[in-house]
């Protein structure tokens, strides 16, 4: 069954083919990304209270070592298959070993959509996943000089992004407020969640319409990455998952969340940081081919997969 957030992306598709005059203001879409940020955060915070966090320890280990690894096992694919510049492969590594809120909200989405079950605290490990690939990514670019880290705009961005920031505004928000304001949580928050994210979908649906039609012509060898990697990263994911003793839900979306890529936090963090590659691969790639393919088929595909292993 096609969940109806998802046919707000197919739409946006539509509208950019159609050259269709429909724009969703920068501004309106700016409010629809924090609003969605600050929500996945209050949800993941509001759980999360229920859990101890010694328990959980291991677990946010494992997830930053993983945040650690994708990267690393991206770059010598990129530099030496693709043969891109050192540059361009640091920045695209760091792209596709983070990852992508909008991807993680439509796994939230369809497991809901399914009525499955999965782990409350998995907001915490979206969290822990936004920066180590891009310390990786600059580490990788800068020839592991620790000199490159020590910039003041680039502390900044990997800790104080906008991604990072807003989803620990929201987690922190859930601990504090999840039994005192749960209502009003529940009523301006939550409810409004899928609102919110059909239109973010929409916007999207355009966006990556237009740089996949950009993007095709320039990098051929992308398009291909951008749809196996992710494949590969997933089944990382899974097994990360697995190993952790996640239920058929918590695994999809390890996996799901090992194979999305960054199009918010790390650009930003690759312009202030290594200014010479060039965003128009990373971007066409990350938001072009691997968003969609991920929100379309990967998804579905992943908890399949996972179902028939685990049930």
Request: glycine share 8%; aromatic share 12%; with cysteine.
């Amino acid at each position: 069954m096609l969940d109806p957030t998802i046919f707000f992306f197919i739409v946006g598709a539509f509208i950019s083919l159609l050259k269709v005059d429909i724009k969703i203001p920068k501004s309106i879409y700016e409010m629809i990304s924090i609003f969605l940020l600050i929500t996945i955060g209050i949800k993941g915070g509001m759980e999360l209270a229920a859990h101890s966090f010694s328990d959980l320890a291991p677990k946010i280990l494992l997830v930053f070592l993983l945040g650690l690894f994708l990267p690393i096992l991206a770059y010598p694919i990129l530099k030496k298959v693709g043969k891109f510049e050192n540059s361009d492969a640091a920045s695209i590594a760091a792209h596709y070993g983070s990852v992508s809120v909008g991807t993680y909200a439509v796994s939230i989405s369809f497991l809901q959509q399914m009525n499955v079950p999965f782990e409350s605290y998995m907001t915490l490990f979206l969290v822990i996943l936004e920066f180590p690939a891009i310390i990786v990514g600059i580490c990788l670019a800068k020839g592991f000089k620790l000199s490159a880290l020590k910039q003041d705009d680039v502390m900044k961005e990997i800790f104080l992004g906008k991604s990072t920031f807003l989803l620990g505004i929201g987690v922190l928000m859930g601990l504090l407020f999840h039994s005192s304001h749960e209502a009003f949580l529940q009523k301006y928050f939550i409810s409004n969640f899928k609102g919110a994210l059909a239109l973010f979908l929409l916007e999207m649906g355009i966006v990556a319409t237009k740089e996949i039609r950009l993007f095709i012509s320039k990098s051929k060898f992308l398009l291909f990455f951008g749809i196996a990697v992710p494949m590969l990263f997933a089944l990382i994911g899974a097994n990360i998952g697995l190993l952790m003793g996640l239920s058929v839900g918590g695994v999809t979306i390890m996996a799901t969340l090992s194979a999305s890529a960054s199009y918010i936090a790390v650009p930003a963090a690759m312009r202030t940081s290594i200014p010479e590659a060039n965003p128009a691969l990373s971007l066409g790639s990350s938001l072009g081919i691997t968003f969609p393919f991920n929100i379309l088929i990967g998804i579905p595909l992943y908890y399949k997969v996972i179902q028939m292993i685990l049930m």
